[in-house]
């Protein structure tokens, strides 16, 4: 195991991105991670293998600020870990365009200013590693009132496998990570947006909002330690996975939709297949 490797971490201040960064610490990697609040990821550690940066991810110009600053620091970036994100719910009528566009702003917008900022720098060492940090709910979309924080995830799932494959001729790896439920603050007040204005009839999203929020939360099945300690193995592996689900709720829902594909492929198959020219 190298442990001279450098990652770049960002959301590091609470949840997953908090526990990767005393994983890696404890196991003698260099990190820099990046919060929007220097005071909170001052908390996480005190070490010279650690650099703390606050960015705003929305902000290119911050981004390339701390990227550079830690190229000047460790000298290389070896692995990204795109972590930054939060929950949006409310059925897509309620959800205004201001609180959809930011949920994406920060969810997909934020994650490709770090990746265009950081994959030259891959791409000169001729090798790297980047794993975006995205949901089940990036593969299923089927959670009444995740509608706009799911497409966020699609959308990562997508430029991430384009990606891999982008980037794969300069010894570049990419992996999309889709946790199920862990037991992290993702689903507290400061992680999860709800609509400024609900609308009464939608009792799913309600019952949803709540199911999450009061009853999920706090007793999710994931452990975040062993999350992070699989990611930091995937990391190591001579040829990591384009996708890596966590968690057996993960694993379980994957199967459910694929099921769910293959069905309506075979029962619609002869007008899937009907449609080319006939000669």
Request: proline content about 4%; charged content about 20%; aromatic content about 8%.
């Amino acid at each position: 195991m190298d442990n001279k490797k450098v990652w770049f971490v960002t959301g590091a201040s609470k949840g997953l991105g908090r526990s990767l960064v005393k994983q890696l610490l404890q196991k003698g990697y260099k990190v820099a991670a990046t919060s929007r609040s220097i005071d909170d990821l001052r908390q996480v550690a005190t070490t010279a293998d650690f650099l703390p940066l606050s960015v705003d991810l929305k902000n290119e110009a911050s981004v390339q600020a701390a990227v550079a600053e830690t190229i000047k620091h460790f000298g290389r970036i070896d692995v990204l870990v795109n972590n930054a994100g939060y929950g949006q719910i409310g059925s897509l009528e309620e959800t205004s365009d201001a609180e959809a566009r930011a949920n994406f702003d920060v969810n997909v917008f934020g994650l490709l200013n770090v990746t265009r900022s950081i994959v030259p720098h891959m791409r000169a060492q001729q090798s790297g590693h980047i794993f975006n940090i995205s949901s089940i709910g990036g593969f299923t979309g089927n959670f009444p009132g995740f509608g706009i924080y799911c497409a966020t995830k699609f959308a990562v799932d997508g430029l991430t496998e384009s990606l891999a494959a982008e980037v794969a001729p300069f010894g570049i790896q990419a992996t999309i990570v889709s946790p199920g439920y862990f037991r992290t603050d993702f689903l507290s007040s400061g992680s999860l947006s709800v609509p400024a204005n609900q609308i009464a009839a939608y009792q799913s999203v309600r019952d949803s909002q709540h199911l999450h929020q009061q009853e999920i939360n706090g007793n999710q099945p994931g452990d975040p330690e062993k999350a992070v300690a699989a990611l930091i193995d995937v990391a190591e592996a001579p040829k990591a996975p384009l996708h890596l689900f966590l968690g057996e709720d993960a694993y379980q829902m994957a199967y459910q939709k694929i099921a769910a594909i293959e069905g309506d492929l075979e029962q619609w198959k002869a007008v899937t297949t009907g449609t080319a020219f006939v000669a």
